[in-house]
């Protein structure tokens, strides 16, 4: 049975096109002055609203809202509770694309499409590796509540429905114009550069404090997994093998597409130095000592028709949400939004982006400079993200 909680996690970035200009009207309403006019959502009915039979509940919907106000909010960090209540207006829109996100859960197990039972384990190994422990994966399933076999359904669920939007939207080109024209206009707010990345591999030896001898004998170890390399060995074997990243160790130190910025200073300067194919001299940081090999640098063009691709693929799936939504019966049970003028809250507007603007990218964690290496996370829209 395919869930709407994991459905929303494919579509909604998507699908969730409600701009971040269209709060400003509610932007002072907080958990701690909520607009007057807008309704507590710990009211909201139960269920809010059904799509044939399928029923969206209130749970759900408030995860809906919540990661809504995540999207919207990024001066806040992405935390749901710093940003603003969702006027009613707003409240309605948000279902609006959760019926379209029921509606594509209709069409995903209409469809029948399927993936194998190897993809399904591939992306939990993946998780398992980098949580580190049969520890920690068994803590991370009871932090979700779920069994394993509850879990795996889940993964599977998200990848069905990944599989579903990328062969039904095949045929979506994102045009050298729009790509072009989002290119101008990170170019005109200096934003542009910002977007190259690097896929890069390292392997890290730890050490930590002033003891001298063990910043040796980490030398001596670093040292000699380069020389592995060298001699013909593959870097993501050695990393595999004696990397002491648990983020990376088990993906052979890999880190794809990393941003400029995000590493700290002297593993950035091997990350940029680093000629592609070659593998860098020992360097330290507070971590302890690392080496790096670079695969490849992507041209900020590259991201940049992702996002447009991303774009027309979001619009190519409302399209195909918006016309099988004819033939469905639905039924909204949360109240209608007051009528404009009723209240400051209402006036706020949910104005889909305009055509050849790029969808906000999901939120992701920014890597601190005084932190290791996070594990990247895997694709978007399948759950386990650690």
Do not use: C
């Not at 013909?232 to 990397?243: D, I, L, M, R, T």
């Not at 490849?296 to 016309?323: G, S, T």
């Not at 104005?351 to 990247?376: F, H, N, R, T």
């Amino acid at each position: 049975m395919f869930t709407l909680r994991n459905l929303l996690r494919v579509f909604l970035p998507l699908l969730l096109a409600i701009s971040y200009p269209a709060l400003a009207a509610e932007k002072e309403s907080t958990p701690e002055s909520p607009a007057a006019s807008a309704p507590a959502e710990s009211n909201l009915p139960d269920p809010v609203a059904k799509v044939g039979d399928e029923v969206i509940s209130r749970e759900e919907f408030e995860d809906v809202l919540a990661a809504s106000r995540r999207m919207m909010s990024p001066r806040q960090g992405g935390d749901p509770v710093a940003a603003p209540t969702l006027s009613p207006q707003a409240q309605r829109d948000v279902l609006d694309k959760a019926i379209d996100a029921t509606v594509l859960n209709i069409l995903v197990k209409q469809s029948g499409t399927k993936v194998p039972d190897e993809e399904v384990n591939s992306q939990i190994d993946v998780v398992k590796s980098r949580l580190g422990s049969p520890e920690r994966y068994e803590e991370f399933l009871k932090a979700r509540g779920q069994t394993p076999e509850q879990y795996a359904n889940n993964v599977r669920e998200g990848l069905v429905a990944q599989k579903f939007m990328m062969d039904a939207t095949k045929d979506v080109q994102a045009s050298e114009e729009q790509v072009n024209a989002q290119a101008e206009e990170l170019k005109k707010a200096n934003q542009y550069d910002n977007l190259t990345t690097t896929d890069v591999a390292h392997i890290l030896i730890k050490v930590s404090g002033t003891d001298e001898a063990q910043w040796e004998e980490g030398k001596k170890k670093i040292d000699a997994a380069r020389a592995r390399i060298l001699g013909g060995e593959p870097f993501a074997k050695v990393a595999n093998e004696v990397s002491e990243d648990p983020g990376s160790a088990a993906t052979g130190g890999a880190y794809p597409n990393t941003p400029k910025g995000r590493m700290v200073a002297e593993f950035e300067k091997a990350m940029n130095e680093t000629p592609i194919g070659k593998v860098s001299e020992p360097f330290r940081t507070q971590f302890g000592w690392h080496i790096v090999t670079v695969s490849a640098r992507h041209a900020p063009e590259e991201l940049i028709k992702e996002r447009v691709l991303m774009m027309q693929r979001r619009d190519a799936l409302m399209q195909m949400a918006k016309e099988a939504r004819k033939n469905m019966k639905v039924e909204i049970f949360l109240p209608e939004a007051p009528a404009a003028g009723e209240g400051e809250a209402s006036k706020a507007a949910t104005p889909a982006p305009e055509a050849g603007q790029a969808p906000q990218p999901a939120p992701s964690v920014p890597q601190k400079k005084d932190e290791a290496p996070a594990p990247v996370a895997p694709a978007p829209g399948v759950e386990g993200s650690v």
